[in-house]
Nanobody
């Protein structure tokens, strides 16, 4: 069992930056990848960024070149640095953990609002 907790959301002006954190606990040695998803009001959940246990990263087209995903393996924590934020980045951001055994765990989500 893996427990996932996000933090760092809030209100930011267009063009600003924000950093989200995702801390995992429990059987973290089974983690294969940690991912960020987001869901805006009235829209489907979409993939934002992926980082695997080996450090490979991948990004959704909407955030490429603006967001950076990184990890601190010693803390079992993943970060999402969000730069040049736009109003369309407003959403609830969720951390998702995928394990080596095919299980998935989700955090409760953190709200990011980009508005002047």
């Amino acid at each position: 069992q893996v427990h996932v907790v996000e933090s760092g959301g809030g209100l930011v002006q267009p063009g600003g930056s924000l950093r989200l954190s995702c801390a995992a606990s429990g059987t973290t040695f089974t983690i294969a990848a940690m991912n960020w998803y987001r869901q805006a009001a009235g829209k489907q959940r979409e993939l934002v960024a992926v980082i695997t246990r080996g450090g490979t990263t991948n990004y959704g087209d909407a955030v490429k070149g603006r967001f950076i995903i990184s990890s601190d393996s010693a803390k079992d924590t993943v970060y999402l640095q969000m730069n040049s934020l736009r109003s369309e980045d407003t959403a609830v951001y969720y951390c998702n953990v995928q394990t080596l055994f095919g299980r998935e765990y989700w955090g409760q989500g953190t709200q990011v609002t980009v508005s002047s």
